[in-house]
């Protein structure tokens, strides 16, 4: 069975400093791997994803995210944290094409000023 | 870019009625939709798949006769909550995923969310 895992409930960065939100998965084949933000009382919005390629793999906003097969993970990374990045970040797995995604718990970002 | 709406965005009523909650894919044909439920602070529970022209594949524990899921088009996808209880208030999230074409990228698209709540 597909699952993922987000371990941290929160992050707390302050502005202008590098943040990771951390993510990994368990599927039985290939993964097909994603990650979406959600600002309060609205839908997802799709940052990005990896299917395959380039392990590094970069999103909206700035953000960007690597693909590494061994430890089975897909951190969310941002080298210049912003305020306005505060919200809630899922990751998201499926294993085969036109598949439902399975999302992690989701991790709240705080950035401080 | 790809778009997807729903509507209402937020509806309240009382226990016992129906709500019919809209998907459309706006820009895009998909064939099929997802319907996901997320409560406060938590993560987004699958529900059911929605293919275009056929019956709805529900997952474990959901009850297929509460939760009515019709795809009539390749740009709507309906969940008509039936005979509505306070337990049913939710968060209710449609995404879909264009399968051929040139927005081809195997990305689902969510709708910006549907807040229900039932008194």
Known sequence: A???AQPEDQVNVAEGNPLTVKCTYSVSGNPYLFWYVQYPNRGLQFLLKYI???N???GSYGFEA???KSQTSFHLKKPSALVSDSALYFCAVRDQAGTALIFGKGTTLSVSS | GAVVSQHPSRVICKSGTSVKIECRSLDFQAT????????PKQSLM???????GSKATYEQGVEKDKFLINHASLTLSTLTVTSAHPEDSSFYICSASQTSGILFQETQYFGPGTRLLVL
């Open chain 2, 32 to 39: 099929t939709m997802f319907w996901y439920r997320q409560f």
């Open chain 1, 52 to 54: 395959t390629g380039d």
């Open chain 1, 2 to 4: 597909q699952s993922v």
């Open chain 1, 56 to 58: 590094l793999v970069k």
């Open chain 2, 46 to 52: 699958l529900m059911a798949t929605s293919n275009e």
């Open chain 1, 66 to 68: 690597e693909f590494n």
